[in-house]
C-alpha cells in the first residue's frame, strides 16, 4: 500500500484574498491504493465559513464558498515548487479554516524523508501520515437466526412507548444510502457525494449505508420488512466511502474524504454522526471531530481491535464507541458501549433485507438509542450519554447476552417512563 502524508500550514494574514470555484478531486480505490499523494493544509483566514444552505427535503447545492482563494493557490504553488510535487486538486476545510491541497510525490523521493524536511519548514503546523479507514460489517446469511435480534436483546420495541427518534436528526458519514428502498424511502432528507465523478453512482455498491441506515431508521408500521431502532428519526447520507473488493458491504474511506464530509457534516448541525468505520489514530479527523463535540454534535464511532488498540475515531474521548460483544471481549479495559451486532437483519440495496454482522451495526444501534434519548431530553450532552450508557448496559435475557438496555435509558433521563419489558 503506497504511503501518503497530510501537512498543516500557517498562512500569513497579510497577503491579498480573492475566491474562485475549484472542482472536488475524484476518489477510486485504485487511486488509493496506488497514487502516492500528499495533503497540505494550512490556515487561511479568507475562508468564508457560511452557514450551509441544505435544509429538510431539499439536496444540497454546490457552493462557490467552496472555492479556492487566491492566496491559497499562490501557497499551493510555492510549495509545489520548493518541494518538487505536482499540485493535483485544492478545497477549503472550512470548519477548521484551513485550505486543502492534493499533491502527487514523484517516484524516488522517500516520503519518511520528505516529511522530516516538511515538519523542520517554519511555515508548517503539522504533518501527519493520510490514512485509510474500513467499514465494519460482513453478511451472515443463515435463516433460522430470530428476526431482528437487536430490537429483542435491547427492549426497543418497549422503548417505543415513549419515543421514536421524533426530531432527531442523523448524518451518516459511510458509502451512500439506497434511499428508494420501500423500507427507507421518505427517511433519508439529505444527501451528498464526496467520491466525485469517479465513485459509482449505482445503489447496489451502497450496500454497507443502506444496512447502517436500515438499522437505525427503518419505517415502522408500514406493513412490511424491518422496523428502525428510531423509525422517525431523519438521515443525512454523505457519501465518502467506496467499495473495496468484491464483498459488497466492504468499503473503504481515506482521511481527505472523511475530513471532507465532516466537515459539511459540522455546517449542518446534526444531533448525532453516525461513523461506522475505524482506522489509525488521525489528527486532521480528530480535530474535527472534536469541533464537532465542541458544538454539542454526539459522535458515534464503531470500534475494533487494531494492533492490540481499540481502532480510532472510537478511541477518542468524547467519541462514543461502540463494539458487538464478540469484539468488547477482546478490548480489555477500553471504555466501550456493547449492542448487538451479530446476524442482524437489515436493509440492502434492491429493496431486499439479509443478515448483517459486524460493529458497524452496533454502532448505528447505539445511534438509534440516542436518537430516542435525545426525543426525550434534547439537552443532553455526549459525555451524559455515555454515563447513562455505561449504567444501563446488561446482560439480556436467558443468554446473558450483553447489550444497552433502552427501556432503562429512557427510565433513567425522562420521569414517568415505566417500559413494559418483553
Given at each position: 500500500?503506497?504511503?501518503?502524508?497530510?501537512?498543516?500550514?500557517?498562512?500569513?494574514?497579510?497577503?491579498?484574498?480573492?475566491?474562485?470555484?475549484?472542482?472536488?478531486?475524484?476518489?477510486?480505490?485504485?487511486?488509493?491504493?496506488?497514487?502516492?499523494?500528499?495533503?497540505?493544509?494550512?490556515?487561511?483566514?479568507?475562508?468564508?465559513?457560511?452557514?450551509?444552505?441544505?435544509?429538510?427535503?431539499?439536496?444540497?447545492?454546490?457552493?462557490?464558498?467552496?472555492?479556492?482563494?487566491?492566496?491559497?493557490?499562490?501557497?499551493?504553488?510555492?510549495?509545489s515548487r520548493e518541494y518538487?510535487?505536482?499540485?493535483?486538486?485544492?478545497?477549503?476545510?472550512?470548519?477548521?479554516?484551513?485550505?486543502?491541497?492534493?499533491?502527487?510525490?514523484?517516484?524516488?523521493?522517500?516520503?519518511?524523508?520528505?516529511?522530516?524536511?516538511?515538519?523542520?519548514?517554519?511555515?508548517?503546523?503539522?504533518?501527519?501520515?493520510?490514512?485509510?479507514?474500513?467499514?465494519?460489517?460482513?453478511?451472515?446469511?443463515?435463516?433460522?437466526?430470530?428476526?431482528?435480534?437487536?430490537?429483542?436483546?435491547?427492549?426497543?420495541?418497549?422503548?417505543?412507548?415513549?419515543?421514536?427518534?421524533?426530531?432527531?436528526?442523523?448524518?451518516?458519514?459511510?458509502?451512500?444510502?439506497?434511499?428508494?428502498?420501500?423500507?427507507?424511502?421518505?427517511?433519508?432528507?439529505?444527501?451528498?457525494?464526496?467520491?466525485?465523478?469517479?465513485?459509482?453512482?449505482?445503489?447496489?455498491?451502497?450496500?454497507?449505508?443502506?444496512?447502517?441506515?436500515?438499522?437505525?431508521?427503518?419505517?415502522?408500521?408500514?406493513?412490511?420488512?424491518?422496523?428502525?431502532?428510531?423509525?422517525?428519526?431523519?438521515?443525512?447520507?454523505?457519501?465518502?466511502?467506496?467499495?473495496?473488493?468484491?464483498?459488497?458491504?466492504?468499503?473503504?474511506?481515506?482521511?481527505?474524504?472523511?475530513?471532507?464530509?465532516?466537515?459539511?457534516?459540522?455546517?449542518?448541525?446534526?444531533?448525532?454522526?453516525?461513523?461506522?468505520?475505524?482506522?489509525?489514530?488521525?489528527?486532521?479527523?480528530?480535530?474535527?471531530?472534536?469541533?464537532?463535540?465542541?458544538?454539542?454534535i454526539v459522535v458515534v464511532?464503531?470500534?475494533?481491535?487494531?494492533?492490540?488498540?481499540?481502532?480510532?475515531?472510537?478511541?477518542?474521548?468524547?467519541?462514543?464507541?461502540?463494539?458487538?460483544?464478540?469484539?468488547?471481549?477482546?478490548?480489555?479495559?477500553?471504555?466501550?458501549?456493547?449492542?448487538?451486532?451479530?446476524?442482524?437483519?437489515?436493509?440492502?440495496?434492491?429493496?431486499?433485507?439479509?443478515?448483517?454482522?459486524?460493529?458497524?451495526?452496533?454502532?448505528?444501534?447505539?445511534?438509534?438509542?440516542?436518537?430516542?434519548?435525545?426525543?426525550?431530553?434534547?439537552?443532553?450532552?455526549?459525555?451524559?450519554?455515555?454515563?447513562?450508557?455505561?449504567?444501563?448496559?446488561?446482560?439480556?435475557?436467558?443468554?446473558?447476552?450483553?447489550?444497552?438496555?433502552?427501556?432503562?435509558?429512557?427510565?433513567?433521563?425522562?420521569?414517568?417512563?415505566?417500559?413494559?419489558?418483553?
Open positions: 500500500m503506497s504511503r501518503y502524508i497530510v501537512i498543516a500550514v500557517t498562512a500569513l494574514a497579510w497577503l491579498g484574498l480573492a475566491c474562485s470555484s475549484q472542482a472536488a478531486p475524484a476518489y477510486t480505490s485504485a487511486d488509493n491504493a496506488s497514487a502516492r499523494i500528499i495533503l497540505v493544509t494550512y490556515h487561511d483566514s479568507s475562508i468564508e465559513r457560511k452557514a450551509a444552505i441544505g435544509t429538510a427535503g431539499r439536496r444540497y447545492a454546490r457552493r462557490s464558498s467552496y472555492g479556492a482563494t487566491a492566496w491559497g493557490r499562490r501557497m499551493a504553488d510555492m510549495l518538487h510535487i505536482a499540485l493535483m486538486a485544492q478545497w477549503p476545510i472550512t470548519e477548521l479554516g484551513v485550505y486543502c491541497v492534493q499533491y502527487g510525490v514523484p517516484e524516488g523521493v522517500v516520503v519518511d524523508d520528505l516529511l522530516d524536511r516538511l515538519s523542520h519548514d517554519q511555515r508548517i503546523e503539522s504533518a501527519q501520515p493520510m490514512h485509510e479507514f474500513h467499514t465494519m460489517a460482513h453478511k451472515y446469511n443463515d435463516p433460522y437466526y430470530r428476526l431482528q435480534n437487536n430490537i429483542r436483546l435491547m427492549q426497543v420495541d418497549a422503548a417505543h412507548q415513549y419515543a421514536t427518534g421524533k426530531g432527531v436528526r442523523i448524518v451518516v458519514i459511510d458509502t451512500g444510502i439506497a434511499s428508494r428502498h420501500p423500507d427507507l424511502y421518505g427517511q433519508v432528507i439529505d444527501d451528498r457525494d464526496f467520491l466525485g465523478a469517479a465513485g459509482d453512482q449505482s445503489a447496489v455498491h451502497d450496500a454497507h449505508g443502506t444496512a447502517v441506515a436500515g438499522v437505525i431508521s427503518a419505517i415502522a408500521d408500514n406493513g412490511l420488512g424491518i422496523v428502525g431502532i428510531a423509525p422517525d428519526a431523519r438521515l443525512i447520507a454523505l457519501k465518502a466511502c467506496a467499495p473495496s473488493g468484491d464483498a459488497p458491504l466492504r468499503a473503504t474511506c481515506n482521511s481527505l474524504m472523511l475530513a471532507r464530509a465532516l466537515n459539511e457534516a459540522i455546517r449542518l448541525k446534526p444531533d448525532i454522526i453516525n461513523l461506522s468505520l475505524g482506522g489509525p489514530p488521525d489528527p486532521l479527523l480528530r480535530r474535527l471531530i472534536q469541533r464537532a463535540l465542541d458544538q454539542g464511532a464503531a470500534g475494533s481491535v487494531r494492533g492490540g488498540e481499540v481502532s480510532f475515531p472510537a478511541s477518542m474521548e468524547g467519541v462514543i464507541g461502540v463494539s458487538n460483544e464478540r469484539e468488547y471481549y477482546q478490548l480489555a479495559d477500553a471504555d466501550m458501549v456493547v449492542a448487538p451486532g451479530d446476524d442482524v437483519l437489515t436493509t440492502v440495496p434492491g429493496g431486499s433485507y439479509e443478515y448483517v454482522s459486524g460493529s458497524s451495526i452496533s454502532a448505528a444501534s447505539v445511534s438509534g438509542l440516542i436518537a430516542l434519548m435525545l426525543e426525550l431530553n434534547p439537552e443532553l450532552a455526549p459525555d451524559n450519554i455515555a454515563s447513562y450508557m455505561a449504567r444501563c448496559t446488561t446482560a439480556q435475557q436467558s443468554n446473558a447476552f450483553l447489550a444497552v438496555d433502552a427501556c432503562m435509558l429512557l427510565e433513567q433521563i425522562k420521569p414517568g417512563v415505566a417500559c413494559v419489558l418483553n
